[in-house]
């Protein structure tokens, strides 16, 4: 399709792809088939895009610009070489690291995912992957080219999107990777905001550590981040967008014994079983910080999570005290099932945002998800 797109020619391309003209032909009638709309006028001056087939074309060279930024250093061009079935085995192998595993997962012989691999590792001159106790390692070369197939075809499931949603008959699904106060505080207004509006778009929220996240954001299985900014950023392949601060602060039962205090200290507190995030997040890391800042010894009964359904029963089954963000808190303090107490978390406000892929391209109806939320926080859409 890409060289019918560039040349205005069946016959040129079909030439280009050292196939028949009437080959070419019958796999172009099979795309538009496949997409259910025209992807190209026919005229007496050439075949050109339709307004759907510039859409894809512009997917399809993304896709082939992914794969050959991570084969080019090797002197391979694994856009004319490499086929789909062989990417999506080097993709499930990078991810299962067992060929029996990998060819289940896909529905193949254990030999034909063997024999994709090698005709892969022929092309780059370069081992894919590497056996150790464990199992079957992608080497560095491996790793970047798996990352770089899932993301090409990621690029042609948002071409499928995006062709659908010109269409008028879209279903689309955007995946967020949810972290604990986007799915109390942001998430839920943002969604039912949207459905409103947007009644055939649907949401998928992912949940985990923050670096489970951040791994399915990166293979473009998750489509963006929603919670607590990093800084510095993690890694040079995201873009972090601000939206506004939130704080940490502590929280408590209704019936509590510090809950009627004046003016309770973190001394006081700390007497008191806790729960608290996980090391490393945000929030844990603002707690600890003060706690050293005011020399003294970290709570002896403590409890780590990230679930806030737990940390609520917690706090109504003893004294426990609680450490969370102040709007992930907000619903349960408004419902009277948590008490803020007035001990501070000194310099802990933190920026709460998105983050995204620096090379995600959006469908128009992502696009419009985004800039919603962004509105809530009075953001402006970002240029380009």
């Not at 196939?19 to 075949?47: H, M, N, V, W, Y």
């Not at 299985?221 to 873009?239: M, Q």
């Given at each position: 399709?890409?060289?019918?797109?560039?040349?205005g020619?069946?016959?040129?391309?079909?030439?280009?792809?050292?196939?028949?003209?009437?080959?070419?032909?019958?796999?172009?009638?099979?795309?538009?088939?496949?997409?259910?709309?025209p992807?190209?006028d026919?005229?007496?001056?050439?075949?050109?895009?339709?307004?759907?087939?510039a859409?894809?074309?512009?997917?399809?060279?993304?896709?082939?610009?992914?794969?050959?930024?991570?084969?080019?250093?090797?002197g391979?061009?694994?856009?004319?070489?490499?086929?789909?079935?062989?990417?999506?085995?080097?993709?499930?192998?990078?991810?299962?690291?067992?060929?029996?595993?990998?060819?289940?997962?896909?529905?193949?012989?254990?030999?034909?995912?063997?024999?994709?691999?090698?005709?892969?590792?022929?092309?780059?001159?370069?081992?894919l992957?590497?056996?150790?106790?464990?199992?079957?390692?992608?080497?560095?070369?491996?790793?970047?080219?798996a990352?770089?197939?899932?993301?090409a075809?990621?690029e042609?499931?948002?071409?499928?999107?995006?062709?659908?949603?010109?269409?008028?008959?879209?279903?689309?699904?955007?995946?967020?990777?949810?972290?604990?106060?986007?799915?109390?505080?942001?998430?839920p207004?943002?969604?039912?905001?949207?459905?409103?509006?947007?009644?055939?778009?649907?949401?998928?929220?992912?949940?985990?550590?923050?670096?489970?996240?951040?791994?399915?954001?990166?293979?473009?299985?998750?489509?963006?981040?929603?919670?607590?900014?990093?800084?510095?950023?993690?890694?040079?392949?995201?873009?972090?967008?601000?939206?506004?601060?939130?704080?940490?602060?502590?929280?408590?039962?209704?019936g509590?014994?510090?809950?009627?205090?004046?003016?309770?200290?973190?001394?006081?507190?700390l007497?008191?079983p806790?729960?608290?995030?996980?090391?490393?997040?945000?929030?844990?890391?603002?707690?600890?910080?003060?706690i050293?800042?005011?020399?003294?010894?970290?709570?002896?009964?403590?409890?780590?999570?990230?679930?806030?359904?737990?940390?609520?029963?917690?706090?109504?089954?003893?004294?426990?005290?609680?450490v969370?963000?102040?709007?992930?808190?907000?619903?349960?303090?408004?419902?009277?099932?948590?008490?803020?107490?007035?001990?501070?978390?000194?310099?802990?406000?933190?920026?709460?945002?998105?983050?995204?892929?620096?090379?995600?391209?959006?469908?128009?109806?992502?696009?419009?998800?985004?800039?919603?939320?962004?509105?809530?926080?009075?953001?402006?859409?970002?240029?380009?």
């Amino acid at each position: 399709m890409l060289n019918v797109a560039q040349t205005g020619s069946i016959t040129t391309a079909a030439s280009r792809c050292n196939i028949s003209q009437p080959a070419a032909t019958q796999a172009l009638k099979k795309l538009e088939a496949g997409f259910g709309q025209p992807l190209f006028d026919r005229t007496t001056k050439g075949i050109f895009p339709t307004p759907s087939g510039a859409i894809l074309t512009a997917r399809i060279e993304r896709a082939l610009g992914l794969l050959d930024a991570a084969a080019t250093p090797f002197g391979a061009r694994l856009h004319l070489t490499a086929s789909t079935a062989r990417l999506r085995a080097l993709i499930e192998l990078a991810h299962s690291q067992n060929f029996s595993l990998a060819a289940r997962n896909l529905g193949i012989t254990q030999p034909t995912v063997h024999r994709a691999i090698t005709q892969l590792e022929q092309e780059l001159g370069r081992p894919l992957f590497r056996r150790t106790q464990f199992g079957i390692v992608p080497t560095r070369v491996g790793h970047q080219l798996a990352q770089a197939a899932q993301l090409a075809f990621a690029e042609l499931a948002q071409a499928q999107m995006e062709l659908e949603e010109t269409g008028g008959n879209a279903r689309l699904t955007i995946t967020i990777g949810g972290m604990p106060l986007s799915r109390a505080f942001l998430l839920p207004r943002a969604m039912a905001q949207f459905q409103r509006r947007y009644p055939q778009v649907n949401f998928r929220i992912v949940e985990g550590p923050y670096e489970t996240l951040l791994g399915g954001l990166l293979r473009a299985e998750i489509d963006l981040l929603l919670g607590a900014l990093r800084t510095p950023p993690p890694v040079a392949d995201i873009v972090q967008e601000h939206l506004f601060e939130d704080e940490v602060v502590v929280v408590s039962g209704p019936g509590h014994p510090l809950a009627g205090e004046v003016a309770p200290d973190l001394r006081q507190a700390l007497d008191f079983p806790w729960v608290i995030p996980f090391s490393g997040t945000p929030a844990r890391q603002h707690f600890d910080a003060q706690i050293e800042r005011a020399g003294l010894p970290t709570p002896f009964t403590m409890v780590e999570t990230s679930s806030m359904i737990l940390m609520r029963e917690l706090l109504h089954q003893g004294p426990y005290l609680g450490v969370v963000s102040r709007l992930q808190a907000t619903g349960e303090i408004e419902k009277g099932l948590m008490s803020a107490l007035p001990i501070a978390i000194e310099d802990s406000r933190r920026a709460i945002g998105l983050t995204m892929r620096s090379n995600w391209r959006p469908t128009p109806m992502q696009r419009q998800f985004l800039d919603s939320v962004r509105g809530q926080f009075g953001h402006p859409t970002p240029a380009g």
